[in-house]
């Protein structure tokens, strides 16, 4: 390829015309742009790009600009763009300010050498203006990376329990599987809540997986190198659980460990305390709890010694704590304390889509428990499955599956096991599957589709509409592309439906 100084000099004038106009179109259109130097320092960004300091982290630009782009933007790949010198023309980057799909182009000077290069935002809220594709990609590369950092963790965590026995976290967000618009959002509300320090509380029915999630946000936080301690309250004695939370000074009491005993808040100095059934403490203690959490100090049982400690607190409760503070059975100054950033955990029957999948993950896990081949469902039985209002969630599905596997005599499990198995047990509400459709509708939805032809199409384009302007929060441009109609084509049928 010719060097630009070898050109005629028109020449040579139309190309750097021609280069300085495609940077104005992309700085103008473009929902953001970035310049990085050879050193990969930020020296430059747009005003399109300024919207997204504050959910980076950042109040003014010089906190941004002259810095490592590495130091200021979660995941970038500018510095792989430095070193290869090669463009990354369409990728996806995730990071605290959403989901952006970003061109990256390296800048060369007159001999060829790499002196920077270009990072240009071409959509931002990915998941909606390219649905389904960019936001099922950006869903499986999120699910892909936890399950590395999973596995990653899980190798550390082995070696730092076999040196000195401490207590990690089990699970990351790979381990809540799910693939619905409700448990996407849920993992969505966990990771954000990873990143800060506040207190969570997880609200959900019995056996939703906030455990779980309680696992993965601390895996997830600055504190995953720390310690995971959790109690569940419902099943430690009223009268054990102070000593389960602040610990026993030596010899507090006849027959009293002579060296005493650490409590839970001191087990998860650094890391993270998980309290399950937090609707259960009983109200005595709920105002020791508080001043624990509001002075960050605590007080062994039979020592007047106030002990400091650092722990994120994470709470958790099937119970509806809004009516037990309005019965006065739990205090609401430690409701509010507690309540920073509540996450519902939804349940089982508002994510049935979901089912399938969590059916071939509790398949493999039983598999590995037993050493038996992985139980497979009929096509019949998943819906049978599907169909179920599942009033102990998932915990409900694993016992049906466990039973159906030991009453089967091969790995094959079909419609009629299962409908005998959920009858029996009387752990499901037991529903029908659907029925299929048969020939002649009903009088009453003949009757409605006796309706001129032209009348039912400018209906269903005028739902098709609404609906895609809701998807892409009134973006018409993206509305259009959605429908795969041209925007002038859309700007008169809105104007019809106006």
């Given at each position: 390829?010719?060097?630009?100084?070898?050109?005629p000099?028109?020449?040579?004038?139309?190309?750097e015309?021609a280069?300085?106009?495609?940077?104005?179109l992309?700085?103008?259109?473009s929902?953001g742009?970035?310049l990085?130097?050879?050193q990969?320092?930020?020296v430059?960004i747009n005003e399109q790009?300024k919207?997204?300091?504050?959910?980076?982290?950042f109040?003014?630009?010089?906190?941004f600009v002259?810095?490592?782009?590495?130091?200021v933007?979660?995941?970038?790949?500018?510095?792989?763009?430095?070193e290869?010198g090669k463009?990354?023309?369409?990728d996806?980057?995730t990071n605290r300010?959403?989901t952006?799909?970003?061109?990256?182009?390296?800048?060369?000077d007159?001999v060829?050498?790499?002196?920077?290069?270009?990072g240009i935002?071409?959509?931002?809220?990915?998941?909606?203006?390219?649905?389904?594709?960019?936001?099922k990609?950006?869903l499986?590369?999120?699910d892909?990376?936890d399950?590395?950092r999973?596995?990653?963790s899980?190798?550390?965590?082995?070696?730092?329990?076999?040196?000195n026995?401490q207590?990690q976290?089990?699970?990351?967000?790979?381990?809540?599987?799910g693939?619905s618009?409700?448990?996407?959002e849920?993992k969505?509300?966990?990771?954000?809540?990873a990143q800060?320090?506040?207190p969570?509380?997880l609200?959900g029915e019995t056996?939703?997986?906030?455990?779980?999630?309680?696992?993965?946000?601390?895996?997830?936080?600055?504190?995953?190198?720390?310690?995971?301690?959790?109690?569940n309250?419902?099943?430690?004695p009223?009268?054990?659980?102070?000593a389960?939370?602040?610990?026993?000074?030596p010899?507090?009491?006849t027959?009293?460990?002579?060296?005493?005993?650490?409590g839970?808040?001191?087990?998860?100095?650094?890391?993270?305390?998980?309290?399950d059934e937090i609707?259960?403490?009983?109200?005595?203690?709920?105002a020791?709890?508080?001043?624990?959490l509001?002075e960050?100090?605590?007080?062994?049982?039979?020592?007047n010694?106030l002990i400091p400690?650092d722990?994120?607190?994470?709470?958790?409760t099937?119970?509806?704590?809004?009516?037990?503070v309005?019965?006065?059975h739990?205090?609401?100054d430690?409701?509010?304390?507690?309540?920073?950033?509540?996450i519902r955990?939804?349940?089982?029957?508002e994510?049935?889509?979901?089912?399938?999948a969590?059916?071939?993950?509790?398949?493999?896990?039983?598999?590995?428990r037993?050493?038996?081949q992985?139980?497979e469902?009929s096509?019949?039985?998943?819906s049978l499955?599907?169909?179920?209002?599942?009033?102990?969630?998932i915990?409900?599905?694993?016992?049906?599956?466990?039973q159906a596997?030991?009453?089967?005599d091969?790995?094959?499990?079909?419609?009629?096991q299962?409908?005998?198995?959920?009858r029996?047990?009387?752990v499901?509400?037991?529903?029908?599957?659907p029925?299929?459709?048969?020939?002649g509708?009903?009088?009453?939805?003949?009757?409605?589709?006796?309706r001129?032809?032209?009348e039912?199409?400018a209906?269903?384009?005028?739902?098709?509409?609404?609906?895609?302007?809701?998807?892409?929060r009134?973006?018409k441009?993206?509305?259009?592309?959605?429908?795969g109609?041209s925007?002038?084509?859309?700007?008169?049928?809105?104007?019809?439906n106006?």
């Open positions: 390829m010719e060097k630009t100084d070898s050109l000099r028109d020449a040579q004038s139309i190309l015309l280069a300085r106009s495609m940077f104005d992309f700085a103008n259109a929902e742009m970035m990085v130097d050879r990969a320092r930020v430059w790009y919207r997204f300091l504050p959910a980076l982290g109040e003014r630009v010089e906190d002259g810095h490592p782009v590495a130091s933007v979660q995941n970038t790949q500018m510095h792989h763009v430095l290869s463009p990354i023309l369409i996806l980057l300010a959403g952006f799909v970003v061109s990256r182009i390296p800048l060369r007159n060829g050498e790499v002196i920077g290069a270009l935002v071409l959509f931002d809220h990915a998941e909606t203006s390219l649905q389904p594709l960019v936001g990609f950006a499986l590369q999120r892909l990376d399950a590395r999973e596995l990653a899980e190798r550390i965590s082995q070696r730092m329990s076999q040196r026995g207590r976290s089990r699970y990351t967000f790979a381990s809540f599987v693939a618009p409700a448990a996407v849920v969505r509300q966990a990771r954000r809540a800060t320090a506040s969570v509380l609200l056996g939703t997986g906030k455990e779980l999630l309680a696992h993965a946000i601390h895996a997830s936080s600055a504190r995953a190198d720390g310690p995971f301690i959790s109690l309250i419902a099943a430690v009223d009268t054990l659980l102070e389960e939370f602040f610990g026993v000074a010899g507090a009491y027959g009293a460990d002579r060296k005493g005993r650490e839970k808040f001191r087990l998860a100095h650094g890391g993270t305390l998980f309290l609707g259960d403490m009983p109200l005595g203690l709920q020791k709890l508080l001043r624990a509001q960050g100090e605590i007080e062994p049982l039979g020592s010694k400690f722990a994120r607190v994470i709470a958790a099937s119970r509806d704590l809004t009516r037990l309005r019965e006065g739990f205090r609401e430690l409701y509010y304390r507690l309540n920073v950033l509540p955990v939804p349940p089982l029957r994510r049935r889509e979901d089912i399938p969590l059916v071939e993950v509790l398949g493999e896990d039983m598999a590995l037993s050493g038996a992985p139980p469902l096509d019949a039985a998943l499955l599907s169909a179920q209002v599942w009033r102990g969630n915990r409900e599905l694993r016992n049906v599956l466990e596997t030991m009453r089967s091969s790995h094959r499990i079909d419609v009629s299962l409908t005998a198995v959920l029996e047990s009387g499901a509400q037991l529903e029908p599957l029925a299929p459709a048969v020939p509708a009903a009088a009453g939805a003949v009757t409605a589709m006796v001129p032809l032209a039912q199409v209906e269903l384009e005028r739902e098709a509409i609404a609906a895609a302007m809701t998807a892409v009134g973006n441009v993206a509305a259009a592309k959605m429908l109609i925007r002038a084509k859309l700007y008169e049928r809105l104007g019809e106006a």
